[in-house]
Nanobody, 119 residues
């Protein structure tokens, strides 16, 4: 089992920045691919970004490239999502997720953190 706890969400004005954190516990953090997803009201959950075990490989939703940056600190069992130039369309609940080595699906999910961007 892996427990994931997100933090860092909140209210920010358009054009601002936020950094989300996701603290993991329970298993060897470096054995998991980590991802961020988001879900806006009335919409399906959307992939945001992912980062591989050592952090050397990352992937982003095309629409978010250049504004969002995912990173991880395996010594702190934490993954981050730096979000810049936020706009109201980025308003959503942001979820952290973990995928075991060799698996595609994300087996573990956090409770989410709300990000609200005002215009």
């Amino acid at each position: 089992q892996v427990q994931l706890v997100e933090s860092g969400g909140g209210l920010v004005q358009a054009g601002g920045s936020l950094r989300l954190s996701c603290a993991a516990s329970g298993r060897t953090f470096s054995n998991f691919r980590m991802g961020w997803f988001r879900q806006a009201p009335g919409k399906e959950r959307q992939f945001v970004a992912s980062i591989w075990l050592s952090g050397g490989r990352t992937s982003y939703a095309d629409s978010l490239k250049g504004r969002f940056t995912i990173s991880r600190d395996n010594a702190k069992n934490t993954v981050y999502l730096q979000m810049n130039s936020l706009n109201p369309e980025d308003t959503a609940v942001y979820y952290c997720a973990a995928s075991r080595i060799g698996e595609v699906a994300y087996a573990y999910w956090g409770q989410g953190t709300q990000v609200t961007v005002s215009s």
